[in-house]
């Protein structure tokens, strides 16, 4: 467990925290007036490696070497075409763990329903009023705080963690992300406005396995199981790659699965919530077989989770009496009524910190034309 403290007086600034991997969708922006909850569960932190503070420099003004030397190899058109020159290592939790600070609503940012963090930190320390932090409540944003990397200390703190779960624990657990969540405007004239969408967290994470799937595709068609994963994935891949054989075949793998066919050359595999670890496959019996899986993407586990053992969807509640102890809705929740479609913003972002889109393909059939037509309307709402 760790608690963070003012750099200038030493004041406690959270509540005693563990360290969980940071979300896929920690930057996202999610259509256009959209109510988004917390973004972190409470009692947690993630840390982020990149700048992502002011203040900005424009992408036209930048060196591509220097760029290169951050890890961005491509051009990033986000964020009014800028890259930030702020300080890496910005810590984010969730609004109620922080602890001894007040809010400066001066530095508001460009805001909409609330605050956006473009002005920089809006949270001083209360016991000495050095600026520590910076709130995000804004619409189409999760609701965090950011605290400043520069401005707060790391302390350890009695209480050792339980440890990490081990993947035998997480798949006993079963904890899978939901695909299928209301969507709520802020209010308006008409009153709440609210319907059931894909989970922005599902876009998110698939808009950044895509990025990978790409990068591993060689420039060929990919092929990824039917069903659910095709669902979210075949569609994009469609318009991105090439159509034709012969394709690359990417396969669910991970723990608790049986070991994939050595003509698999792509693995989705799951991400540890707590570490970020990639689960990787045991050495085959066949050393061929692991030379064949050239590639792994890795997803979300809640999402992984779920690709692998989807939740059955009746049209109607089944016949007959629930088994005791066993609570369902009646009827089920509701479907989202539209295509699968993923976060274009998280995965041109992603994709340009691949040191594969330097490949002449890749370059011109993503960047020139990042959007393929079926999600282009979706898009023009975020």
């Known amino acids: 467990m760790f608690v963070f403290v003012c750099a200038g007086c030493g004041a406690e600034l959270t509540a005693p925290l563990s360290q969980v991997a940071l979300p896929a969708h920690a930057h996202q922006t999610y259509g256009n007036g959209i109510q988004l909850p917390v973004l972190m569960e409470p009692g947690t932190f993630a840390v982020e490696p990149e700048p992502w503070e002011p203040p900005w420099r424009r992408w036209e003004k930048t060196d591509p070497d220097q760029a290169a030397a951050r890890g961005i190899y491509a051009p990033v058109y986000a964020l009014s075409y800028a890259l930030s020159d702020g300080a890496p290592g910005a810590v984010v939790i969730a609004p109620g763990d922080t602890r001894g600070t007040v809010l400066v609503p001066e530095q508001r940012g ?33 609701q965090v705080v950011w605290l400043a990397p520069d401005a707060v200390r790391c302390l350890p703190v009695e209480g050792a963690d339980a440890g990490p779960l081990s993947w035998a624990e997480l798949m006993a657990e079963g904890k899978g992300a939901p695909q299928f969540e209301p969507v709520t405007m802020w209010g308006s004239l008409s009153g709440v406005s609210h319907w059931w969408s894909w989970s922005p967290q599902w876009e998110a994470a698939a808009g950044r396995a895509l990025a990978h799937l790409l990068a591993a595709s060689q420039g060929r068609a990919v092929a990824v199981p039917d069903g659910l994963t095709a669902q979210v994935f075949q569609r994009a891949l469609g318009a991105l790659l090439p159509a ?13 699965l049986s070991a994939p066919d050595a003509d698999a050359g792509i693995l989705l595999v799951p991400s540890h919530p707590q570490t970020g670890e990639v689960w990787t496959p045991a050495a085959p019996a066949a050393p061929a077989a692991l030379a064949a899986w050239d590639s792994l993407v890795s997803l979300p586990f809640g999402v992984w989770l779920r690709l692998v053992f989807p939740e059955p969807h009746l049209p109607v509640p089944a016949p007959g009496l629930m088994p005791d102890g066993v609570l369902r809705d009646d009827p089920p929740p509701p479907r989202a009524h539209h295509v699968f479609r993923i976060d274009w913003g998280v995965f041109r972002h992603t994709l340009a910190r691949l040191p594969a889109v330097r490949s002449p393909w890749l370059l011109r059939e993503t960047l020139k034309h990042p959007t393929p037509t079926h999600a282009r309307g979706h898009l023009l709402m975020r």
């Open 110 to 142: 460009g805001t909409c329903c609330g605050l956006d963090g473009a002005d920089g930190p809006s949270m001083d320390c209360q016991a000495c009023g050095l600026p520590v932090a910076g709130r995000i409540d804004d619409c189409s944003l999760w």
């Open 244 to 256: 034709g054989p012969p394709a690359r075949r990417a396969v669910l793998a991970g723990p608790g």
